[in-house]
């Protein structure tokens, strides 16, 4: 029987570091980040001979095996294959997707054993052979049919003792793949993860050895602390980008106050502005007066003193200015 596992006889709850997520922290909030400690700690258990992986994306599921085969020394060879293009579920995406993938598995995983497979699954088929790979995971389209298929063509490749996972097996999540998992767990072995991050189904398709051990080592309480550990991890990061969103909203409002402060003292400096001009003009009124009556002053005298007061009024307005008083 081929066996590409070498188990270990514990299972050990790890708390991991994502450096990955260093270079893309879109990472985090993936749909599938929630399925990351368990996917984890279930490589460091298996330490499989080859991980495939259908469909990648930016990388959340391949890194997560990567980051166990680098931190723990396991030599796992670890395929993703994908066409980089996207579909309707994922969105169709372009070039830097896969640019952003390659520059991190040259920045983190240079020593890894990895392998990218630009292709459709079905192309990629001659490319492994059958009875080699211990994890299978299956998160391509997500369609009843793409996964139907993608199970069915695949399924050869996986070794006796091998797994498959299966992303979006949430039934509220709206793809059919919800529903071929319904039907493939009523005639496997499995385990799953059905109602965080679009759920996960670890499926034992070819003989229960491997599940009955696993059984032994994993408790409802172990199950229960991946789901409490991708919740808490999920709220974590909510709360961080609330506080980093309050504190960007408290930093704009402290600059719209600045601004007013800024208004409000150039309103008072052209209130004060029309105030002179207004003087200004009523200067200039009362000095038109008095030349009126300049005009028509009957005697010499009468006359000069008009000129007098006509005088004192013009230069009245410039020295009231230059002086800030009345006079
Ligand atoms: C949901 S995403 C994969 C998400 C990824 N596992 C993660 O952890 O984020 C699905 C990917 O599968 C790819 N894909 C879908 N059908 C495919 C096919 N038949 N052949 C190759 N790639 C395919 C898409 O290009 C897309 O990038």
């Known amino acids: 029987m081929a066996r590409t596992h070498d188990t270990g006889s514990e299972w050990n709850l790890r708390n991991p570091r994502f450096c990955a ?9 993936s749909p599938w980040a929630g399925h990351r400690d368990f996917a984890y700690d279930l490589a460091a258990y298996l330490k499989p001979r080859r991980i495939v992986e259908l469909g990648t994306h930016y990388g959340c599921s391949f890194f997560t095996f990567l980051q166990a085969s680098k931190d723990l020394d396991i030599r796992s060879e670890i395929i993703a294959i994908d066409t980089w293009k996207g579909e309707d ?7 830097e997707v896969l640019e952003l993938v390659e520059l991190t598995l040259r920045t983190y995983f240079k020593s890894q054993n990895y392998k990218i497979l630009r292709k459709t699954f079905d192309e990629a088929l001659p490319d492994i052979e059958d009875c080699s790979v211990g994890i299978l995971h299956i998160d391509g389209f997500h369609s009843y049919d793409a996964v139907k298929h993608d199970y069915v063509t695949w399924i050869d490749k ?13 039934p509220t999540c709206g793809y059919g793949s919800s529903q071929y998992w319904l039907e493939l767990k009523t005639r496997h072995a499995h385990f799953e993860f059905p109602d965080h991050s679009y759920g996960l189904g670890i499926l034992f398709p070819k003989n229960q050895g491997l599940y009955e051990r696993l059984k032994l080592l994993l408790s409802e309480a172990v199950f229960g602390f991946y789901r409490y550990k991708a919740k808490y991890r999920i709220s974590k990061i909510q709360i961080y980008d609330m506080e980093k969103m309050l504190h960007e909203r408290w930093s704009v409002l402290q600059r719209m106050e600045e601004m007013i402060k800024d208004r409000d003292s150039l309103i008072i400096d052209q209130s004060k502005m029309l105030e002179e001009r207004w003087s200004a003009m009523q200067s200039m009124e009362a000095l038109s007066i008095e030349s009126q009556k300049l005009l028509k002053a009957p005697t010499v005298t009468e006359a000069i003193g008009l000129l007098a007061s006509v005088i004192r009024a013009s230069f009245q307005h410039h020295i009231e200015r230059i002086l800030g008083r009345k006079w």
């Open 21 to 29: 997520d260093d270079l893309n922290s879109l990472l985090r909030v």
């Open 89 to 95: 579920h994922s969105g169709t995406y372009g070039e």
């Open 158 to 170: 996986v070794d006796d003792d091998g797994i498959v996972l299966f992303h979006d097996i949430d």
